[in-house]
Structure formats: structure tokens, C-alpha cells
């Protein structure tokens, strides 16, 4: 008898039905009808459990794939054995193509011993053991991400490492703003106005990578501009324009005060092919991409910020770091030309005097 006529025979008797294919002696009995129901309650309990289970999976695996973290399996080799799709999106790379990947392949060259030192340290208990670092993603960007690793022992002693994997680029970026902030406060209690505008722009070349760097005032007429400070590199390394408290009207200055104009910052991310490029003084840096951002109050632009030279394009974060640190710093700067201006009253005042008493 075939496999699947025995199995007909067996249902069948379950029911209560002789099988005329059985042989007299291989004849069930009649089942009675409560194990059936028995049986049969059984088998709907089963299925809704397996329902049940299914659901969860689902869910699970959803909240796995879904997750807005990175989450993925790393084997004693170092590679990537599993990941979700949060891993691929922020690795730069399609989901597939991240398995059997070196983790540490995407860990900037900077953070490679914290790295490979929180794998070891996780590696000695199973307790979790986190680390910041810079990621470099598949088109060379980078990011700042937090990671957590804990190892587990999996089937036949393999060790395996659980990573999950978050971006913190924002967060540090506050914390930069921040503590940059907190730096300028202290060095304008000391400092010269001048020493202050040169530690600002040194600030935020660091923060956008720029290594050109000037802040400079808007008068009252918002016609003329007052050449102040450039940063310790654009002084440096690239410019030798002289001019410092030089009034300069924007009339004739080129695309590099255009924020002045349309009263608004302004992002130029290929300078060589502007048009009206005019208005650099001579000696002045040479520039390939710049930003530059006005500083208002009462309505009116007091101060220009500008940044320029970062190696890649400069963007909406660059824009609102340069922002808030130009507004932020304005303060200080103002209270410090009140001050010298003050002091530069009470000096005619005194010579003044002094030219009365002879």
C-alpha cells in the first residue's frame, strides 16, 4: 500500500470508517468520538499557535528590518554575517552586498585600534561595550557613529558578535557648536577684538573644514564694508591682500558679498564659473568654493562671516554651523568695539587736555 493510501486509511478510521483497502486484521477500531474531538481541538490549537508564532516572526523580522539603527551579526573572522537594512543604508550599500564584508573596512583609519579594542574587550564577558568613531561610507563620506558590541556563543561554540550601529553625526555636531562656543566665550574675557574674530574663524574652519576664513563689518550704510580678520591659515597660506580696517564698498566687490545684496546667506560650490568675479583684492586667496553668511540685528547686516576652500561641497550644515557661531560670537564682538571705542574717546580726550593745558 502506498503512502498516501495508508494515510487516507488512517483518517478515514479516525472517523469511524472501515477501509475495504486494509486487510481484516490491520482494521482500526472505531475511534470514539471524544478523542476525535480531542484530537481535533488539539490540532485548531496548534494551528492558531503556529499563527501565533508566524505573527511574531513577522513582526519581529519587520522591527529587525525596519529598525532606523544598524543591526548585524559579525563572526570570529570579523565579517559581517548578517544585517538589516538600516546596516545598508547607512554603509552606503545595498543589503546583499554588505554580508561577508570586513566590519572594519568601513572604520576610518583614525578609530581602527578603538575599534579592534572594543571587539576584544567585548570578547571577555557578555556584557555590552559601546565605542564612538568615524565611518567611512561606500562613496567616501563620513559619518560619527556610536556602536555596541556583545558576544554571544552560538551552536557548536561559535562566537559571534552583535553590532548595532547608530548615526551621531548631529549629536556631535551640537557638541562641537557647543564646546566651540564655550571656548570663545573664555577667550574673549582676554583677548583683543581682533584675537577674538581670528580665534572665531580658526574655530569654524575647524568645524567646516575650511582653510579660509574672514569676518568682516557692514557699516551703517550698509554700503560699505570694514576689512577686519582672516583666519591664522588664510593669513598664512593663502593670502597676502592687505587691508586691515580698509573700507571697501560692495558696489564694487563681486559675487563674494552677493549675501549682502540678496540679504541672505550664499553658497558658491564652483567659484571659477561664476560670472562677476570681480572685486578680489590682489594677494587675496584664490578661491574654489566659498560660503558667507551676514550677521543681522535691529534688521541690519553688521557683519559678514565667510568660509571658503573646504575639499568637499559645502551644504545646508555648513551653513547653519557658520550661522550660529557668526550670531553667537557678535556679542562679545560688539561689547569689545564699545569698549574700544570708549577707550579711544577717553585717549583724544585726555590728548585734548593736555594741548589745553600747555
Same mark, same amino acid.
Given at each position: 500500500?502506498?503512502?498516501?493510501?495508508?494515510?487516507?486509511?488512517?483518517?478515514?478510521?479516525?472517523?469511524?470508517?472501515?477501509?475495504? +483497502?486494509?486487510?481484516?486484521?490491520?482494521?482500526?477500531?472505531?475511534?470514539?468520538?471524544?478523542?476525535?474531538?480531542?484530537?481535533?481541538?488539539?490540532?485548531?490549537?496548534?494551528?492558531?499557535?503556529?499563527?501565533?508564532?508566524?505573527?511574531?516572526?513577522?513582526?519581529?523580522?519587520?522591527?529587525?528590518?525596519? *529598525?532606523?539603527?544598524?543591526?548585524?551579526?559579525?563572526?570570529?573572522?570579523?565579517?559581517?554575517?548578517?544585517?538589516?537594512?538600516?546596516?545598508?543604508?547607512?554603509?552606503?550599500?545595498?543589503?546583499?552586498?554588505?554580508?561577508?564584508?570586513?566590519?572594519?573596512?568601513?572604520?576610518?583609519?583614525?578609530?581602527?585600534?578603538? =575599534? &579592534?579594542?572594543?571587539?576584544?574587550?567585548?570578547?571577555?564577558?557578555?556584557?555590552?561595550?559601546?565605542?564612538?568613531?568615524?565611518?567611512?561610507? !561606500?562613496?567616501?563620506?563620513?559619518?560619527?557613529?556610536?556602536?555596541?558590541?556583545?558576544?554571544? !556563543?552560538?551552536?557548536?561554540?561559535?562566537?559571534?558578535?552583535?553590532?548595532?550601529?547608530?548615526?551621531?553625526?548631529?549629536?556631535?555636531?551640537?557638541?562641537?557648536?557647543?564646546?566651540?562656543?564655550?571656548?570663545?566665550?573664555?577667550?574673549?574675557?582676554? &583677548?583683543?577684538?581682533?584675537?577674538?574674530?581670528?580665534?572665531?574663524?580658526?574655530?569654524?574652519?575647524?568645524?567646516?573644514?575650511?582653510?579660509?576664513?574672514?569676518?568682516?563689518?557692514?557699516?551703517?550704510?550698509?554700503?560699505?564694508?570694514?576689512?577686519?580678520?582672516?583666519?591664522?591659515?588664510?593669513? !598664512?597660506? =593663502?593670502?597676502?591682500?592687505?587691508?586691515?580696517?580698509?573700507?571697501?564698498?560692495?558696489?564694487? $566687490?563681486?559675487?563674494?558679498?552677493?549675501?549682502?545684496?540678496?540679504?541672505?546667506?550664499?553658497? &558658491?560650490?564652483?567659484?571659477?564659473?561664476?560670472?562677476?568675479?570681480?572685486?578680489?583684492?590682489?594677494?587675496?586667496?584664490?578661491?574654489? +568654493?566659498?560660503?558667507?553668511?551676514?550677521?543681522?540685528?535691529?534688521?541690519?547686516?553688521? *557683519?559678514?562671516?565667510?568660509?571658503?576652500?573646504?575639499?568637499?561641497? =559645502?551644504?545646508?550644515?555648513?551653513?547653519?554651523?557658520?550661522?550660529?557661531?557668526?550670531?553667537?560670537?557678535?556679542?562679545?564682538?560688539?561689547?569689545?568695539? $564699545?569698549?574700544?571705542? $570708549?577707550?579711544?574717546?577717553?585717549? +583724544?580726550?585726555?590728548?585734548?587736555?593736555?594741548?589745553?593745558?600747555?
Amino acid at each position: 500500500m502506498h503512502g498516501e493510501e495508508r494515510q487516507s486509511a488512517i483518517v478515514d478510521a479516525a472517523q469511524g470508517a472501515a477501509d475495504p +483497502r486494509l486487510p481484516a486484521g490491520q482494521q482500526s477500531p472505531q475511534m470514539p468520538a471524544a478523542r476525535l474531538a480531542e484530537l481535533e481541538a488539539q490540532n485548531e490549537e496548534l494551528r492558531l499557535s503556529l499563527e501565533k508564532t508566524n505573527a511574531l516572526l513577522t513582526r519581529y523580522f519587520n522591527f529587525y528590518d525596519m *529598525a532606523p539603527v544598524g543591526f548585524c551579526t559579525v563572526g570570529e573572522s570579523g565579517r559581517i554575517l548578517q544585517a538589516n537594512l538600516a546596516t545598508g543604508q547607512l554603509l552606503g550599500l545595498a543589503r546583499n552586498l554588505v554580508l561577508q564584508q570586513s566590519f572594519a573596512r568601513f572604520i576610518h583609519s583614525d578609530f581602527q585600534n578603538i =575599534y &579592534h579594542l572594543t571587539r576584544q574587550a567585548a570578547s571577555e564577558d557578555d556584557e555590552p561595550h559601546s565605542c564612538e568613531l568615524k565611518i567611512v561610507k !561606500k562613496d567616501g563620506t563620513l559619518f560619527w557613529a556610536h556602536l555596541e558590541i556583545r558576544t554571544v !556563543k552560538a551552536e557548536a561554540a561559535e562566537v559571534l558578535q552583535y553590532v548595532v550601529l547608530a548615526n551621531i553625526t548631529e549629536r556631535k555636531r551640537t557638541e562641537s557648536i557647543q564646546s566651540a562656543r564655550l571656548r570663545l566665550m573664555e577667550f574673549a574675557s582676554n &583677548h583683543t577684538l581682533k584675537e577674538l574674530l581670528v580665534e572665531t574663524l580658526d574655530e569654524v574652519g575647524t568645524l567646516t573644514g575650511s582653510p579660509i576664513g574672514f569676518y568682516h563689518f557692514l557699516e551703517a550704510d550698509q554700503k560699505t564694508l570694514s576689512l577686519q580678520a582672516w583666519s591664522t591659515r588664510t593669513a !598664512k597660506e =593663502y593670502c597676502t591682500a592687505a587691508g586691515e580696517g580698509r573700507h571697501y564698498d560692495i558696489d564694487e $566687490a563681486g559675487v563674494w558679498v552677493e549675501c549682502v545684496r540678496l540679504r541672505r546667506p550664499v553658497i &558658491h560650490n564652483d567659484y571659477a564659473s561664476l560670472p562677476n568675479r570681480r572685486g578680489l583684492p590682489p594677494g587675496h586667496a584664490t578661491l574654489v +568654493r566659498e560660503m558667507v553668511v551676514p550677521v543681522f540685528r535691529n534688521g541690519n547686516i553688521v *557683519a559678514i562671516l565667510g568660509v571658503g576652500n573646504k575639499a568637499s561641497l =559645502y551644504d545646508q550644515e555648513d551653513q547653519e554651523i557658520v550661522a550660529l557661531i557668526a550670531d553667537l560670537v557678535w556679542e562679545s564682538v560688539e561689547s569689545k568695539r $564699545a569698549s574700544n571705542a $570708549a577707550t579711544e574717546s577717553e585717549r +583724544r580726550w585726555k590728548l585734548a587736555l593736555e594741548g589745553l593745558r600747555r
